[in-house]
Nanobody
Framework: QVQLVESGGGSAQPGGSLRLSCKAS????????IVWFRQAPGKEREGVSC????????YYDDSMKGRFTISRDMAENTVYLQINSLEPEDTANYYCGRYYGYQCTDWFQSSFMDYWGKGTLVTVSS
């Protein structure tokens, strides 16, 4: 049974950091692409970052370059999202999805995910 389980969310102050985890089970990450999305209250789900686990290629939404870092640990079958310099605007549910293909082509299209996790909530406030 394919599952993605996010963790690592919580409350943080502006300027802080969080590392989110996306633990995969029921399949091995390689060669799939894994995508992080987020959805703020009242807003549409938006793509944050994608990693092609086969070659480590990484892609980010232009507005999130610099503060977000996606990485993978193949031994742990887990993809991570490091968020630095947190801003209140980062408050959202963060979801990971398994992209239907092996490369991050059109990765920001949520309809191209074949499996989703249930999300982890990040709240940034002072």
């Amino acid at each position: 049974q394919v599952q993605l389980v996010e963790s690592g969310g919580g409350s943080a102050q502006p300027g802080g950091s969080l590392r989110l985890s996306c633990k995969a089970s029921g399949f091995t990450l390689d060669p799939h692409a894994i995508v992080w999305f987020r959805q703020a209250p009242g807003k549409e789900r938006e793509g944050v970052s994608c990693i092609s686990t086969s070659d480590g290629s990484r892609y980010y939404d232009d507005s999130m370059k610099g503060r977000f870092t996606i990485s993978r640990d193949m031994a742990e079958n887990t993809v991570y999202l490091q968020i630095n310099s947190l801003e209140p605007e980062d408050t959202a549910n963060y979801y990971c999805g398994r992209y239907y293909g092996y490369q991050c082509t059109d990765w920001f299209q949520s309809s191209f995910m074949d499996y989703w996790g249930k999300g982890t909530l990040v709240t940034v406030s002072s």
